[in-house]
């Protein structure tokens, strides 16, 4: 489902411009991150996408929907909101009933609903805490709680709002892995997110943002190539890409094999040259 941002601009009731004319189009089954430093629009861009936002001025289609003339209710059953604080997001007495609030909510059967809030609790490695209030658990489980309840809704296009802030090296892990998984089911995943390590390594297309605007779009390798442009959103490019920089390796890299390929073709032996034997 593609999603189209048109020549979008929005102000706050206090008077902050936080997007001056964004325009881009998501194709469906893309992996997108958008960073930039604090205050850039990133978040206000993506609560465009499921109405808890309305333009100023300019467009946001989701399919054929314009968010402008869809509730969020209905936004719901295209779009699902990951918030960066799952505490602003959960509100059940137990994780089943959490997870199972969204899909019914948009009217599944109740053979669906069970089988989707299964698949979600297994994905999320939950199952063994369906009776736990969410509460009860670390910040850490209760981010995986609040995903699986956007994954049991079975929506096309996921948002993730700072997905690793707060998790440990399992659940990083693990987060990628759940997003290869997306991927591989044809769902547009839109990440925002200040772990550039992490963007580099799962995402295929980069959106920097800085003061409203879209600065760069494309992907990592051309993104990650403009650092004047970077550097003035605060927004560093990877560790690897950056070790690579320094070590002038003439390419942009910011994977680990990337990294050991570009470093064994710079230091490969040349072969000696034979010269050819005289006549006699």
């Known amino acids: 489902m593609q999603i189209h941002i048109d020549n979008l601009h929005f102000t706050y009731p206090s008077g902050v411009q936080a997007l001056q ?68 997001q959960l509100f059940k007495g137990n994780v ?20 989707q809030v299964d698949e979600a609790l297994t994905r999320l490695e939950l199952s063994e805490k369906a009776a736990v209030n969410p509460y009860d658990l670390t910040p850490t489980w209760r981010k995986r709680v609040a995903i699986a309840a956007i994954l049991a809704m079975d929506t096309p296009i996921i948002i993730l709002d700072e997905p690793t802030t707060g998790q440990d090296h399992h659940s990083v892990q693990h987060l990628a892995g ?19 390590d992490f963007v580099a390594e799962n995402f295929d297309r980069i959106v920097v943002m800085g003061q409203g605007r879209v600065l760069l779009d494309g992907p990592a390798e051309t993104v990650f190539a403009e650092e004047e442009i970077l550097n003035s959103t605060y927004v560093q490019p990877p560790q690897l890409a950056r070790l690579a920089g320094r070590l002038d390796l003439g390419q942009v890299v910011y994977t680990v094999d990337g990294f050991l390929a570009a470093y064994r073709q710079r230091n490969a032996p040349v072969s000696p040259v034979t010269p050819p034997i005289s006549g006699g």
Do not use: C, M
């Not at 997108?32 to 808890?52: E, M, S």
């Not at 089943?96 to 089988?115: C, H, M, S, Y």
């Open 96 to 115: 089943r009933d959490e997870v199972k609030f969204g899909p019914t909510n948009l009217g599944f059967t109740p053979e669906q609903i069970e089988a």
């Open 21 to 88: 004319g964004v325009s881009l189009t998501i194709e469906p089954g893309e992996q997108v991150a958008i960073v930039g430093q604090n205050g850039a629009g990133k978040t206000t861009l993506v609560r465009h996408l499921n109405g808890l936002l309305l333009p100023s001025s300019g467009s946001v289609r989701v399919g054929d929907w314009l968010t402008r003339d869809s509730s969020v209710a209905k936004l719901a059953a295209r779009v699902g909101y990951v918030f960066q604080n799952p505490d602003d």
């Open 178 to 196: 759940l997003i290869q998984h997306l991927r591989q089911q044809g769902k547009t995943v839109i990440a925002i997110s200040h772990d550039i």
